[in-house]
Each structure stands twice: as C-alpha cells, then as structure tokens.
C-alpha cells in the first residue's frame, strides 16, 4: 500500500525561527509532491509544489525533494504565530487520475 | 479565476437519516473531481473522484455514493447515514487538489 508518513507533532518553535517540516513516501515512482497548509477548522489550503529533486523557493517557504531518498520537506523561514496550523504533506502516486495520497500532516506551534 | 463552492457548510443529521452534499466549481471546464472526508484528528481520505460527467470512481466501499450530473457539479449522498460518517467533507478540483470550504457533519 503506498503512503506517506508525517510526524504529528507538534512541532513548536519561537518566532522568527526556522521550521523544518518532514515527509517520507512510499511509492518510487511518484512525481508530484504537494504541501497543504490547514488551520483548524478550515480546509486546506496548497503552498507549494514540487517535481524535480532540489529545492524550489516561494517567499519564506522552501520545499525541498530528495527522490533517492523519498524524502520531501518543508521550510519555513521566519516563522510567524500566523504559520501556527497543520501542514499536510501530500503525493502523485504512479497510477493514474491525479490521486494524491496525503499524510496524515505535522501539527507546527509558533510562539511569540 | 476559479472558484469552488459547497453546501451546507455545516450539517446535523440523524442517524438513519439520508445524506445530500454538493459542489460546484466555476471558471474550469471538465475538472477532475474529488470528495475527501476528513474525520477528527485525522488525515484525509479520499471517497469518489470523477474525471467526467457520469464518471465515478469510488475508493472506500461504504454507504456513501456520489454522482456528476453536470461537468461542474459533485453531489456526494447516502441513503442512511451512520455515526461513523460523521467527519469533515471536503470537495476538490484538478490535479493539484484545490479544495473548497468543506462541510462539517455531524451525525447523531
């Protein structure tokens, strides 16, 4: 079965600090892998994408894509309390009709 | 631009009671169609999608059913809902999944 695994959290970090958000996937031949921002209660929202190993850069996020190693994260840089939400990690399995499996998302706490 | 509209956005329903949700997208022609459901705490779970008018694909076999009677409208039902249908239902379009308000149900 493919997945993609996430860390829960929370993931607190201050103010204007770092956050490093982590998701590894199962399945070796997918291609497209997305990050969704969800605050409580709201639908999620897509910050960012990414196709090609290395890392692709939007304002303060940086998503980074590590296809050898499955691996795909998620940066934010100055972290603001606004940021606090649940980032969800999700990818394009090899099969078709653009199904995205998505994590389970990691729970990120910005304090002041 | 594009916009995806879904209703009610929140719902209580008795158990045994039949379900009706539905999703429209504006701007796009022929999109990709997805219901999710999102229970407490959860990640999300993929229910239908369609790639057309008339065409369904179910991923979790249960009482829920959906159809696509026009290009732009998802209806997501059930004929008798049960407690464990309780849970967030979130519509999307195209392959990069952009989701609308959700619908939040409640089933006592």
């Known amino acids: 079965q493919k997945e993609v695994e996430q860390n829960s959290g929370p993931l607190s970090v201050p103010e204007g600090a770092i956050a490093s958000l982590n998701c590894t996937y199962s399945d070796r031949g997918s291609q497209s892998f997305f990050w969704y921002r969800q605050y409580s209660g709201k639908s999620p929202e897509l910050i960012m994408s990414?196709?090609?190993?290395g890392d692709k850069e939007d304002g303060r996020f940086t998503a980074q894509l590590n296809k050898a190693s499955q691996y795909v994260s998620l940066l934010i840089r100055d972290s603001q309390p606004s940021d606090s939400a649940t980032y969800l990690c999700a990818v394009k399995g090899s099969g078709g009709y653009n199904k995205l499996i998505f994590g389970a998302g990691t729970r990120l706490a910005v304090h002041p | 631009s594009q916009t995806i509209h879904q209703w009610p956005a929140t719902l209580v329903q008795p158990v045994g009671s039949p379900l009706s949700l539905e999703c429209t997208v504006e701007?796009?022609?022929?999109?990709?169609l997805y219901w999710y459901r999102q229970a407490a705490g959860r990640g999300l779970q993929l229910l239908f999608y369609s790639v057309g008018i008339g065409q369904i694909s179910s991923e979790v076999p249960q009482n829920l059913s959906a159809s696509r009677p026009q290009d732009r409208q998802f209806i997501l039902s059930s004929k008798k809902l049960l407690l464990s249908d309780s849970g967030f239902y979130l519509c999307?379009?195209?392959?990069?999944?952009?989701f609308g308000p959700g619908t939040r149900l409640t089933v006592l």
């Open positions: 990414i196709y090609s190993n």
């Open positions: 701007g796009t022609s022929n999109p990709n």
């Open positions: 999307a379009w195209g392959g990069e999944q952009f």
